[in-house]
Every structure is written in C-alpha cells, then in structure tokens.
C-alpha cells in the first residue's frame, strides 16, 4: 500500500507555525516522502521533499521520525498565500500516488 | 522558463467525440504523467511514462490511452469520451532518477463531457 494518511483540515493562525502531519507507516527503505501543495485548482507546487534526515528550504522544514513512519511538514510563519491542500506523498518507483490532502486553513 | 504546457485548458465536448489534450515539457524530463482530480478524491494517476515508447497505467487508466513518441510531448487521448470524464487534468513531469525528482505539474486542464 503505497497510501499516506493526512487529518482532512487544519486551522492555523496567521504569524504561527503550521505543523502538518502525514503517516506512511509502510514506506520501505528507498522511498523517499514529498510534500506538494495545491492552491485553489492551479496544478500542485512542490514543498520539500526527504529520505530519513530533516530538511529544510525556503519554503518549509520537513521534519521525519527516526522510524520514518510519519513526517511533519512545517510552514515556520504561516501567510494567508499559505491556504491551501498540502500533499504528503511516497515516490514508489515511478507510480507517483497522491492521497486526499490536508486543508490548512490561515485564520487571520 | 522551465514548464509544463497544457492545451486546452478548458473544453467542453459531448460524449463520444474523440479528443486530445495536449502535453509539452521543455526540461528535456524522462518521466511524465497525467493525473484526474475531482471533488472529495484527489488526485489520481492515469498513466505515467518513464521515457519515450514507455508508457505505464496508473491507477485509473480506463477510457484513456496516451503516446509518447517524442521526450518533451505526451498527449492524453479520450478515444469515446464519457459524462465520467468529466474533471480537471494534470500534467507532469520530473528528471528521472529514482525515487527522488520534484514533479512539475501544468496549470490544468477542465474538461466538460456533456
């Protein structure tokens, strides 16, 4: 099962770091997890992605268990530009599976 | 500028009249997909392809065939289009290296089947 599991919607306030967590309790040892991000229907942008150490970029800090099961994806000073559905997914070879997402909602 | 061109990006068509939507990347990428995204299910794989002659079935490949006779182009073919077709498309692509390679998706393309 090449599935992850994200909670549907999220609520952050503006200025505040937004934590989104993913479950991948099945990935094997060469996957790698990649989060994406869809602002209203314009095609998925990507974030961040990892293998087993913590990353971070411009955009976001991803964050990876030890036992790489689970990922937390985290926007450090969320904006209003960050509402969007974020993408937690497995590279599986090259059938690339997205799941439903998580809506973060930015509260003013 | 490195992207992902989709065309049409809006079409409205009936049922049974063959269509094409077209895809063109200029990354010289490997790998490239479409994707189906409708209310409540996400995103969903229709067919991926690794390089060119190679293409794969995704997750929901019925009702649509795909070519990819030349690296940069890789059109989604809706032989006998059907109400259930109804969605909006991506496109994407990444270099080939396995399991690592960001996806570049397209704007999109929202096609109506009446």
């Known amino acids: 099962d090449a599935k992850t599991t994200q909670p549907p919607s999220m609520d952050c306030a503006e200025g505040r770091a937004a934590n989104l967590p993913c479950n991948h309790s099945t990935i094997s040892g060469n996957e790698y997890v990649y989060w994406y991000r869809q602002i209203h229907s314009q095609g998925p942008q990507y974030i961040i992605h990892?293998?087993?150490n913590n990353e971070t970029n411009e955009m976001a800090s991803l964050i990876i268990t030890e036992d790489r099961k689970s990922s937390t994806l985290i926007l450090p000073h969320a904006t209003l530009r960050d509402t969007a559905v974020y993408y937690c997914?497995?590279?599986?070879?090259?059938?690339?599976?997205f799941g439903k997402g998580t809506r973060l909602h930015i509260l003013p | 500028e490195a992207q992902v061109t989709q065309n049409p990006r809006y079409l409205i068509t009936v049922t049974g009249k063959k269509l094409t939507v077209t895809c063109s990347q200029n990354m010289n990428h490997e790998y490239m997909s479409w994707y189906r995204q409708d209310p409540g299910l996400g995103l969903r794989q229709i067919y991926y392809?690794?390089?060119?002659?190679?293409?794969d079935k995704g997750d929901v490949p019925e009702g649509y065939k795909v070519s990819r006779k030349e690296k940069r182009n890789f059109p989604l073919i809706l032989e006998s289009p059907s109400p259930n077709q109804t969605s909006l498309y991506f496109c994407?692509?990444?270099?080939?290296?396995?399991?690592?390679?960001?996806?570049?998706f397209g704007e999109g393309s929202r096609l109506t089947v009446l």
């Open positions: 990892g293998l087993k």
């Open positions: 392809s690794m390089n060119v002659e190679v293409t």
């Open positions: 997914i497995r590279r599986l070879g090259d059938k690339i599976i």
């Open positions: 994407a692509s990444s270099g080939y290296r396995r399991n690592t390679g960001e996806l570049f």
